[in-house]
C-alpha cells in the first residue's frame, strides 16, 4: 500500500557535525514532498520542501534530495545545533482527486546533538 | 506571517464531556483546514478534512459523529469531540495552506486533550 517511512528511528550527533535523516515513500506518483521539525509539545514546523521535478533543493543549513528511481527522499542538516534537536518528520503530498491533497506523514526520526 | 493559532493548548475533563478545540488562521483565509491526530512517540494522522461551507471530509476509521468538525468562517474551524473517553485522549493539531492547497500547510501548536 501507499506509505511514507524511515529508515532510522533515533539520531544522534555531536554539535557541529552534518546530520542526514532518511525516508522512503512507496508512491511514485507522489508530486510534493515536505520535511517538517516537531519539538516537544509543539506542532509541526516547516523545514523545506521538494516537487517531484526537481532532484535537490537547499535552504538555510538544510538540503533535501530526492532520488525518484529508488523513492528516496533525504534531509541533510549542516553544522547541527542543540536547538536542532527534534522529531523529524518527511510528508508526501498526494492529490487525491480533484484539488484536494492529503499529506500523509512518516513514523519521524528523533534527532538528539549532543554538545 | 501565516500564523495557525489553537485555543486551547491543554485540556482536562472528566468522561463522558464533550470539549470543542478552535483552530484559527491568523493572518490568511482558509477555505481547507486539516486536523490531525497524534498519539505519543507517534505521527500525525490525518481524521478529517474541514471545508468552509461545506461538510467536513473524514478518513476511514474516524467516526463523524464521535469527532465533530464546523468550518464557521474562512479563518475559523472547530473540532469538538464529544462524550469525550479516556482513549480519545491525545495530541490534536490542525493546519492549514496559506498559499492553498498543494501548498506547505502551517499547522498550530496542538492541544493536549486529557479525559480523566
Known amino acids: 500500500g501507499e506509505s511514507v517511512g524511515l529508515h532510522l528511528p533515533t539520531l544522534s550527533v555531536q554539535e557541529g557535525d552534518n546530520s542526514i535523516i532518511n525516508c522512503a515513500y512507496s508512491n511514485s506518483a507522489s508530486d510534493y514532498f515536505i520535511w517538517y521539525k516537531q519539538e516537544s509539545g509543539k506542532g509541526p514546523q516547516f523545514i523545506i520542501d521538494?516537487?517531484?521535478?526537481?532532484d535537490k533543493r537547499q535552504g538555510q543549513r538544510v538540503t533535501v534530495l530526492l532520488n525518484k528511481t529508488v523513492k528516496h527522499l533525504s534531509l541533510q542538516i549542516a553544522a547541527t545545533q542543540p536547538g536542532d534537536s527534534a522529531v523529524y518528520f518527511c510528508a508526501e503530498n498526494k492529490l487525491r482527486g480533484g484539488s484536494n491533497y492529503k499529506l500523509t506523514f512518516g513514523k519521524g526520526t528523533l534527532l538528539t546533538v549532543n554538545p | 506571517g501565516a500564523v495557525v493559532s489553537q485555543h486551547p493548548s491543554w485540556v482536562i475533563c472528566k468522561s463522558g464531556t464533550s470539549v470543542k478545540i478552535e483552530c484559527r488562521s491568523l493572518?490568511?483565509?482558509?477555505?481547507?483546514m486539516f486536523w490531525y491526530r497524534q498519539f505519543p512517540k507517534q505521527s500525525l494522522m490525518l481524521m478529517a478534512t474541514s471545508n468552509e461551507g461545506s461538510k467536513a471530509t473524514y478518513e476511514q476509521g474516524v467516526e463523524k459523529d464521535k469527532f465533530l468538525i464546523n468550518h464557521a468562517s474562512l479563518t475559523l474551524s472547530t473540532l469538538t469531540v464529544t462524550s469525550a473517553h479516556p482513549e480519545d485522549s491525545s495530541f490534536y493539531i490542525c493546519?492549514?495552506?496559506?498559499?492553498?492547497?498543494?501548498?506547505?500547510?502551517?499547522f498550530g501548536d496542538g492541544t493536549r486533550l486529557s479525559i480523566l
Open positions: 493546519s492549514a495552506p496559506p498559499s492553498g492547497v498543494g501548498q506547505p500547510q502551517h
Open positions: 521538494i516537487r517531484s521535478n526537481m
Open positions: 493572518d490568511f483565509q482558509a477555505t481547507t
